[in-house]
Structure formats: C-alpha cells, structure tokens
C-alpha cells in the first residue's frame, strides 16, 4: 500500500502504472472513467503499451429522486443498459421509461465521446484484459455499472485500478473482477478528494488535452 495523499491524479497514475506493470496482462487496454480517471489513466496505458479509451456512464434516475440510479448506460461498440432491479421495481419503473430516459443520455455520451476522442470508435474489450481506471471510488456505483456492460463483451480479463478506494468496496469488487489494484484502501474514508493535495475539478479541454497529448505520443513512439 501506498499512502495517501497523492500530489494529483496524474502522479497517482504514474504510481498505479507502476504496480500494474509488475502484474502480467495479456493484450490490455485501458479504459478510463470521465473526467477524474483520464489522467490516471493516461500514464497507465502508456507504460503498459496500451491503448486508451473513455467508457462514459450516465446514471438514469428514478422518478423524483434523480440521485437514485434505477440504470446506467455505458458507451461502447454497442452500448449497454445495466439496471438497478431493487431500484426499477420500488418506482414501478417500465422497460418502456428506461429506454425513453436512455435515449437522452446517449446522446449526451455521443456528445462526449466526439469531444473527446473525435473520430475514433471505441475500443472492443473482446478477448482483452479490460483495465477499468477511475481517480478513486466511494461507493463505486458507476464502476459497477461499467463492469457489468464489459462482462457482456467478452474480455479475456477485467481487472479495476485505483489510486484509492473505500476498502469495503474494494473487498466487495474482489468478488466481482478478476483483480482490483488499489493503492491505499483505509478503513475510514469520506471523501475520494481527501486523498488528493490537488483534486480541481477537471473540465472537458483537461480531458481532451490529455488524451490529445496521449495520442500524440503514441504517434510519436510507432
């Protein structure tokens, strides 16, 4: 374990690289969390040879209560819907909302992505190791989510990294991935922020200057 805080989440990313590349994965590629997992990210995939993608997730919410998830959905070659059950059933919530919400939220994601990454589709996760990166995790709902939606692509391996995380979520992660890396899971831990010197919100031309300046490098290197 490492302990916090980290500097920033680019140097908690280099850090991350590092104990990922003691492991042995086979045909990875990186997938980071928007916006905060960008940067961590960034130097991930670069000292693994890996390339990198965006897995956006957009919360659907129940009816009055838009801070409980009923369902996520997940970008990808072909995005994903993951419900929340317990969720959908307490709000008598139908098939027929979800999708009508959904609708809305890929076209926001659509939006983002050709922010983002213009003119590149996402990358298949079949037959990989999907590394799934965020800057930290709480309670890990949206991480869930995209765990869920990569299951159904058929990765070789999924395998979660983060700079720090709640450690009943880590333990509870265990069991749903073939590994979680994780840096410092205390006990106690509030906030994802606490852990971080430097934790500024991140805006869209920070996302896109990291991932223009990745690209650039790989470019560079071939």
């Known amino acids: 374990m490492i302990e916090a805080p980290f500097p920033n ?53 129940a009816p009055g209560h838009e801070e409980l998830a009923a369902a996520s959905v997940v970008d990808g070659e072909t995005p994903d819907i993951v419900l929340n059950e317990d969720i959908v059933r307490a709000f008598g919530m139908t098939r027929v909302d979800i999708d009508a919400a959904a609708k809305l939220h890929l076209k926001e994601i659509e939006r983002r992505r050709a922010l983002y990454l213009p003119g590149q589709a996402p990358i298949s996760a079949e037959g990989r190791t999907a ?28 395998v979660v990294a983060v ?10 992660l265990r069991r749903e991935v073939d590994d979680v890396v994780c840096l410092a899971a205390p006990e106690r831990f509030g906030a994802v922020g606490y852990f971080y010197d430097d934790f500024h919100q991140l ?16 470019s560079a290197r071939a």
């Open 9 to 61: 989440r680019r140097r908690a990313g280099e850090l991350l690289a590092r104990a990922l590349a003691k492991r042995n994965f086979e045909h990875p590629v990186v997938y980071a969390l928007p916006r905060g997992g960008v940067p961590v990210a960034a130097p991930i995939a670069t000292l693994l040879g890996a390339p990198l993608d965006v897995l956006l997730v957009r919360k659907i919410g």
């Open 203 to 218: 805006d869209d031309r920070e996302v896109i200057e990291t991932l223009t300046n990745f690209a650039e490098n790989q």
């Open 131 to 158: 590394i799934v990166v965020d800057d930290g995790i709480a309670t890990g709902a949206s991480v869930r989510a995209a765990i869920t939606a990569l299951k159904r692509r058929h990765p070789r391996r999924i």
């Open 163 to 172: 700079p720090v995380a709640a450690a009943d979520t880590v333990r509870a």
